[in-house]
C-alpha cells in the first residue's frame, strides 16, 4: 500500500465492488478505463483519477456486518447507486473507452447541464460518465464547491 497517497482534509472516498473474477475486474478498470493497480492481493485497489475501486470478491456476514451479504448484482437491471465518472471530453472519453472494449448503452446524449452516456463493468455494475455542459457556465466538478455545515 506504500503507493496510495494520504487523504486530503483526512478523508479518502473509494468505491468498493464485489466482483465475480477480481482480475477480470482488474483489466476493465485498468485496461479499458485507463486505471493504475496501486495494490494487489485479497482486495486490488486501482488508482482512477482522484479516487480509488476497490476490487474483491463477496462473501457472507462478519461480526462488523453481522446481517450482510456482498454479491454482485443480480438483476443489472435495477439498481440502487451507481460510479458517476465525470470528465472534460465526453465525445473523446466515448470514443477511447469504446476503442478500448467498452460498451455503451447509447452515445453520449444531452441533457439539461450535461451531456451523459452510461456502461456497464464485467460484472453489471453501472457506470456513468458525463460533461457539464452548464450553458451559463458557472458549474463544474473541478471548481471549489461551498462549505456543507
Known amino acids: 500500500m506504500a503507493e496510495l497517497t494520504p487523504p486530503v482534509g483526512r478523508i479518502v ?7 465475480d473474477d477480481v482480475e477480470r475486474s482488474r483489466r476493465f478498470y485498468t485496461e479499458v478505463l485507463g486505471g ?11 488508482a482512477l483519477a482522484n479516487s480509488w475501486i476497490i476490487i474483491n470478491v463477496g462473501g457472507g456476514p462478519t461480526d462488523d456486518k453481522p446481517a450482510v451479504t456482498l454479491e454482485t448484482p443480480r438483476d443489472p437491471d435495477r439498481v440502487s447507486s451507481f460510479l458517476n465518472i465525470r470528465v472534460a471530453d465526453i465525445q473523446a472519453v466515448y470514443a477511447e473507452w469504446s476503442a478500448r472494449g467498452a ?7 444531452q441533457h439539461q447541464y450535461e451531456m451523459r452516456c452510461y456502461i456497464r463493468d464485467p460484472d453489471g455494475y453501472l457506470i456513468e460518465v458525463g460533461q457539464t455542459t452548464d450553458p451559463e457556465g458557472d458549474w463544474s466538478p473541478w471548481l471549489p464547491s461551498p462549505s456543507v455545515s
Do not use: D, E, N
Open 103 to 109: 460498451q455503451f448503452l447509447t452515445p453520449p446524449k
Open 36 to 46: 493504475r493497480v496501486v495494490f494487489s492481493g485479497g482486495p486490488t485497489y486501482v
Open 13 to 19: 472516498l473509494a468505491h468498493f465492488i464485489v466482483s
